[in-house]
């Protein structure tokens, strides 16, 4: 198997194929860095640029841990103070970015689409780091791993996300994911953070955590995202803890074995109880975090390799 892909826009352009490539060697990677010397030079002599135009903790420290282990020279854009709140567009920044020859160009974006157009506009491979309502796709892939390490397989499991799917693309990558890899899907919420059209997706669409989690081998739990909300989607957090907020209560419902997930950042008590996602036995978390860093090292890899053979052909810009 060989992976091809020119940028990483969205697990929608990934084959099933391309997904164990990447995985495989993500693997390999955190196993790397579980080792006291870090570091590979699989990125030596490049450059790679995080350009974050949404605050993020754990996807842009993931990103630049990632870039420096493997060897590259990494920069961060304060884009809070770039030209772009100056006036300049999106199209024009991508212009300057070129003509700084970067390699790598890992970018988040409040606007779907947004990095798509960016990877049409500049001659280095695009990372996706988060865009609008769109695609995470590094987030799925952790994700992924994170499953199949734990579960010993990444297919014919029953995986159930639960909260606010409506304004989640971290639910979207992952159902887009799971559904390649042969998995039984269940989104669960109240119906106001299901998208319409849901359905259509390939998954089941419950309302009660009790139905929803039944047999569920993963429970993936999503934040809710206040700053995307645009009026009354919950009555209240209380009562929506009370529904749909997972306590040891509901995760009886699934399989006995079932792990715990939440792409974090938690707030706890409304959408996870504290103790169940600190629950060592159970909750996979923290191991989500550790695989963050696998993948995106894995990511840019390979996409550097696909960069390197673009070049020795000829066919680079």
Known sequence: MTFRARHLLGIEDLSPDDIRIILDLADQYADLNRRPRKHSDALAGMTQINMFFENSTRTQSSFELAGKRLG???MNMA???????????????????????????????????????????????????GDGRHEHPTQALLDAL????????????????CGDIAHSRVARSNILLLGKME??????????????GAADLGVEVCDDMAEGLKGADVVMMLRLQKERMDGGFIPS?????????????????????????????????????????????RSVIQEQVEMGVAVRMAAMDLLARTLRAEREGGTYA
Request: aromatic share 2%; with cysteine.
């Open 183 to 196: 998995n039984r899907v269940r989104l669960i919420g109240p119906p106001t953070l299901i998208p319409t």
């Open 146 to 161: 994170t499953i199949r390490r734990a579960k010993g397989r990444l297919h014919r499991l029953t995986v159930a996300i």
């Open 237 to 281: 957090e209380r009562e929506y803890y009370h529904r749909y907020g997972l306590d040891a209560a509901k995760l009886a419902h699934a399989r006995d074995d079932a792990i715990v997930m939440h792409p974090g950042p938690m707030n706890r008590g409304v959408e996870i109880d504290g103790t169940l996602a600190d629950d060592i036995n």
């Open 79 to 129: 884009m809070q103070a770039s030209s772009i709140k100056k006036g300049e567009t999106l199209i024009d920044t991508a212009l300057t970015l070129n003509a700084m020859r970067p390699d790598l160009l890992v970018v988040r974006h409040p606007h779907s689409g947004a990095v798509n157009l960016l990877a049409e506009k500049v001659t280095c491979a695009v990372l996706n780091a």
């Open 72 to 74: 590259a020279d990494v």
